[in-house]
């Protein structure tokens, strides 16, 4: 049973009218497990089991598809590190674990979607425009993370450029870890990321946060 409004539930099939939700989501599955190019609307509508022309009560066309599926992106990856970034924190311990509960929760931080679409813009000189702009944007809310908790500019910028491309790196990696085990290392990391001795009332939060999400994560 497809629950609409989440988009990491399967779509519909079946002689059934489906939502747009159903089209962005297998669109989305589309794109992040065989690319862009195997975006098509015929294609989709068949593993959807309805006419092709059901497709056009929701969008224009493909492009119309393709850039709610940017929008997406922008919304669910980009936009909540800036968020979480930005979340008050008493200490610098505090804020990075913030950022890091972004990439435990994949509700927030989609990396097969993020991984999809720069593989998509080695060929879309626009589309590459728009990542470099997001990059831009992710690195300035890390860089004013560690700012606000005190770093000097040159010290907070090269933070953030070795946290984030790390993040990415570890993502780009697809490593597998158990939750556990990521959580052993959480006060190590702490401590190499932001140069000071880590708190153990962040760290503890995070953990409650990570269990709280079910051993699936």
């Known amino acids: 049973m497809l629950h609409r409004n989440d988009p ?27 690319g862009v190019a195997e975006v098509k609307i015929l294609s989709l509508s068949q593993k959807l089991g309805v006419s092709r022309s059901s497709f056009y009560w929701y969008f224009e066309g493909r492009g119309d598809l393709l850039n ?13 590190i800036v968020e979480h970034c930005a979340q008050p924190a008493q200490n610098i311990s505090g804020a990075l674990c913030n950022f890091f509960f972004c990439f435990i929760n994949p509700a927030l931080f989609d990396s097969g979607l993020d991984f999809a679409v720069r593989e998509w813009s080695r060929r879309d ?14 690195l300035d809310a890390i860089r004013d993370m560690f700012l606000r908790h005190d770093y000097a500019p ?20 697809e490593v597998r870890e158990t939750m556990a085990l990521r959580m052993s290392r959480l006060e190590p990391y702490l401590q190499g990321f932001t140069g000071r001795d880590p708190d153990p009332v962040a760290a503890a939060k995070l953990r409650q946060r990570a269990a709280a999400l ?4």
């Open 68 to 80: 709610a599926l940017l929008d997406e992106w922008s919304a669910r990856n980009t936009a909540q």
């Open 154 to 173: 040159v010290d907070a910028d090269a933070r953030a450029r070795i946290l984030y491309f790390m993040q990415l790196g570890y993502h780009a990696l």
């Open 125 to 138: 000189t626009a589309l590459r425009a728009r990542v470099d702009a997001a990059d831009d944007a992710r």
């Open 214 to 217: 079910g051993p699936g994560t």
């Open 8 to 34: 990491d539930k399967e779509p519909l099939v079946g002689h059934i009218k489906v939502t747009r939700n159903d089209w962005l989501n297998i669109a989305r599955d589309a794109l992040v497990n065989d």
